[in-house]
């Protein structure tokens, strides 16, 4: 067994603290992670506190983890000791639905095993990055560049990939006005990638205090929503919305903002 020190939340109510647990052996298609860094997403905070279905106690969060390879299993094929490795929100599936054989294993039908929280083809509950390692099937593990900040990659695998999919699935690019509501974890990733496709990107923001960040991460328009005149403004005039706000909100004001035929993406 490989044991691993990690930060866990031992009930809904209590804090996070120091736990030391056993992963499983590397087994012949796993690897093993030495965990640099993991993100810190709100989906862990809404998991430990039971907010969508009961969770699984002692609960180790974390969900955008990069780290070293230290380990191989004896059939892996696309990993060696000493690569740059990460991991996102799951860590298997049932590998046999067209989803999964389409390499959607997301959309799994059988549901896919998160990385935390939830219970592994063994029966054993899955932990996630907040830990020093994590042992996984190397079909859940990605390459990571060593060209890159291993500590800005990993909001890649959750926060990054929640608003890449989206973008791409819709095409958005060179001559499209896009508009992204919301400025936290989602949307300065949702801004980036906006830009770096060559769209015009406009956030929209309740917060006037937000323009800087917005403008730093390279958005070319700003508008505050609580303002009727820079709302009026900007009528019709989108080709997308993305919309990253998880609270709750009427987004008939927002449609309008539409062209026609635009469309309003929720992440
Ligand atoms: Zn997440
Ligand atoms: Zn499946």
Redesign the pocket.
Known sequence: MVQTKAYAAQSPTTDLAHWDFERREVGPNDVQINIAYCGVCHSDLHQIKNDWFPGIFPMVPGHEIVGTIIKVGADVKKFSEGDLAGVGCMVD?????D??KEGL?QY???G?IGTYNAKGKDGVPTYGGYSNNIVVHEDFALHISDKLSLSAVAPLLCAGITTYSPLKHWKVGKGHKLAVLGLGGLGHMAVKFGVAFGAEVTVLSTSASKEEAANALGAHHFVVTKDAAQVAAVKNSFDFILDTVSAEHDMNMYLSLLKTNGVHICV
Do not use: A, F, L
């Open positions: 599936s049932c590998r046999t639905c989803n999964c294993e799994c039908e059988k896919n």
